[in-house]
T-cell receptor, first 117, second 106 residues
């Protein structure tokens, strides 16, 4: 059974950094396209970043240059390093698999990041 | 960037009603469209992919149609468990979601 469990959320001040983790089970993270999607409080869904099975990475314009997606194959874990955080980065962050590299199939439960002074 | 626009933003309906949600893309996305259901405090749940293919385990009262720039999600007979927010998502070029349609009790 596929399971994704995010961790690492919390309250940080603007300009600070945070690293999110997404522990996967039921499959290996390097066998699928893996992504982060976020949802600001009361708002819609926004794709943030993707890492392909081959290792290529892509980012939404809103986070490019500040966020870094990576994975640790032995730990079967996906990461999102978030630097220079802004108040507008406040959101629930979900990790998700991309079925056939296309649509979001499996989702974690999400972890809340609050950026505020 | 491809923009996705859903209508309506909110829909009031009763149990048993037929409900239709529309999603329009700013350019052609062929059939590269998915629909999700989200309930408060929960992760989105995949309902439909490739515009009209029902995900395994999803009730048959849900259906999707369309291609190019205009798509619809239909719930043939609304059930109490269906009151939620629905999102369309294109995957023709990267990934973009619509702003969501909240289906509420009339």
């Amino acid at each position: 059974e596929v399971q994704l469990v995010e961790s690492g959320g919390g309250l940080v001040q603007p300009g600070e950094s945070l690293r999110l983790s997404c522990a996967a089970s039921g499959f290996t993270v390097n066998s699928k396209y893996m992504s982060w999607v976020r949802q600001a409080p009361g708002k819609g869904l926004e794709w943030v970043s993707v890492i392909y099975s081959g290792g290529d990475t892509y980012y939404a314009a809103s986070v490019k240059g500040r966020f870094t997606i990576s994975r640790d194959n032995p730990k079967n874990t996906l990461y999102l390093q978030m630097d220079t955080l802004r108040p507008e980065d406040t959101a629930v962050y979900y990790c998700a698999t991309l079925t056939d590299g296309n649509y979001f199939g499996y989702w974690g439960q999400g972890t809340l990041i609050t950026v505020s002074s | 960037d491809i923009q996705m626009t859903q209508s309506p933003s909110t829909l009031s309906a009763s149990v048993g009603d037929r409900v239709t949600i529309t999603c329009r893309a700013s350019q052609s996305i062929s059939s590269w469209l998915a629909w999700f259901q989200q309930k408060p405090g929960k992760a989105p749940k995949l309902l439909i992919y490739k515009a009209s293919i029902l995900e395994s385990g999803v009730p048959s009262r849900f259906s999707g149609s369309g291609s190019g720039t205009e798509f619809t999600l239909t719930i043939s007979s609304l059930q109490p468990d269906d009151f939620a927010t629905y999102y369309c998502q294109q995957y023709n070029s990267y990934w973009t979601f619509g702003q969501g349609t909240k289906v509420e009790i009339k």
